[in-house]
């Protein structure tokens, strides 16, 4: 039997199940919180940080991931306080700097607010939120892909560089992975990355509904936990 609790969730009180994360409960009450590395069926990892709240506790807040953070009775979150949405901005055009060419970040950067990119571009394919490596190994039970490396160094890869018997070839990594979501114009140019902005009309409403859910699609292709 499912048993629930009471959060303060932006002001609102809401009833969410026991177990459950902050990012789920809001996804579920219609309560925007961007998310990247998100995926419903597998385990989160905070990789992204795009789903930054405060959690407020004895009068003090401290900054932490949703997605990680599971719901207690009684407890406060605020998900889109000026802080919070400063910090998720700034995230965001990180990574859309460091991967313009996936539409999906480009999305989400939208989705968070930024205007401009004040970082360099690096057009980089791998943004290390780890979903491929958790659909190979949680799912599909393979692990025929892993982290390697620390820092700078660290990336996705088979092991020893080599594709192995434990790969079965299902293709679920390359689905997940944001950085196959082209674009519309395709592809950008080196030197020529920019900040695409096209979408920027599906967020009207969402400029008069700050925080709230709004079906934007912006998140669809990447399989943001509202479409899942």
């Known amino acids: 039997m499912l048993q629930y609790v009471n959060v303060t969730l932006d002001g609102?009180?809401?009833?969410?199940?026991?177990?459950?994360?902050?990012?789920?409960?809001a996804i579920e009450y219609g309560i925007c919180i961007p998310h990247l590395c998100h995926v419903p069926y597998l385990s989160d990892i905070g990789a992204c940080r795009l789903c930054i709240v405060e959690h407020v506790e004895n009068g003090r807040s401290r900054?932490?991931?949703?997605?990680?953070l599971k719901v207690q009775e009684g407890m406060v979150i605020k998900?889109?306080?000026?802080?919070?949405?400063?910090?998720?901005?700034?995230?965001a055009e990180?990574?859309?700097?460091?991967?313009?060419?996936?539409?999906?970040?480009?999305?989400?950067?939208?989705?968070?607010?930024?205007?401009?990119?004040?970082?360099?571009?690096?057009?980089?394919?791998c943004v290390l939120c780890?979903?491929?490596?958790?659909?190979c190994t949680e799912v599909w039970k393979a692990r025929a892909i892993g982290f390697v490396g620390r820092g700078n160094d660290r990336h996705v890869a088979h092991p020893f560089d080599m594709r192995t018997d434990f790969c079965k070839q299902c293709g679920n990594?390359?689905?997940?992975?944001?950085?196959?979501?082209?674009?519309?114009?395709?592809?950008?140019?080196?030197?020529?990355e920019r900040l695409c902005g096209q979408c920027e009309a599906q967020l009207m409403i969402a400029d008069q509904n700050p925080g709230s859910c709004v079906w934007c699609e912006l998140g669809k292709g990447f399989a943001c936990g509202r479409y899942a």
Do not use: H
Not at 94 to 113: T, Y
Not at 173 to 192: D, F, R, S, V, W
């Open 173 to 192: 990594c390359i689905q997940l992975c944001p950085m196959t979501i082209t674009p519309c114009k395709g592809p950008m140019k080196a030197g020529e």
């Open 63 to 68: 900054v932490t991931t949703s997605c990680t």
């Open 130 to 135: 780890g979903r491929c490596v958790r659909v």
């Open 12 to 25: 609102a009180t809401i009833r969410a199940t026991k177990g459950s994360s902050v990012l789920d409960a």
């Open 94 to 125: 990180l990574l859309v700097a460091q991967a313009p060419n996936s539409r999906a970040i480009q999305d989400i950067a939208l989705r968070c607010g930024v205007k401009e990119v004040r970082y360099p571009f690096r057009n980089d394919d």
């Open 79 to 91: 998900a889109n306080s000026d802080k919070i949405r400063k910090l998720r901005r700034n995230l």
